[in-house]
Nanobody
């Protein structure tokens, strides 16, 4: 099993930047493909970005492509989401997830482990 803890959320003005971190417990972090998702009240959790075990493959939602960058440091058991040019519509609770499946996936249903979430609020 792996436990995930997100940090780095906060309040930022439109056009600003934030970097989210997802720290994983244990020594098996590199066994998991990692993803970032976000959720607003009354809506389903939506895919933002995903990265493979080695970091060699990444996927992004169209809404964040070119603005967000997902990365990971397996030596530090941490995944990151660098968010630039933030927009008010990026406001949400952001969750990191770990998937033990063979392939990196954008499907929320294929993630086995989740953090508690971190709030990101972008003011206009």
């Amino acid at each position: 099993q792996v436990q995930l803890v997100e940090s780095g959320g906060g309040l930022v003005q439109a056009g600003g930047s934030l970097r989210l971190s997802c720290a994983a417990s244990g020594r098996t972090f590199n066994r998991y493909n990692m993803g970032w998702f976000r959720q607003t009240p009354g809506k389903e959790r939506e895919f933002v970005a995903a990265i493979s075990r080695s970091g060699g493959t990444t996927y992004y939602a169209d809404s964040v492509k070119g603005r967000f960058t997902i990365s990971r440091d397996n030596a530090k058991n941490t995944a990151y989401l660098q968010m630039n040019s933030l927009k008010p519509e990026d406001t949400a609770v952001y969750y990191c997830g770990g998937s033990s499946g063979f392939d990196v996936t954008i499907s929320v249903h294929l993630y086995n482990y989740w953090g508690q979430g971190t709030q990101v609020t972008v003011s206009s």
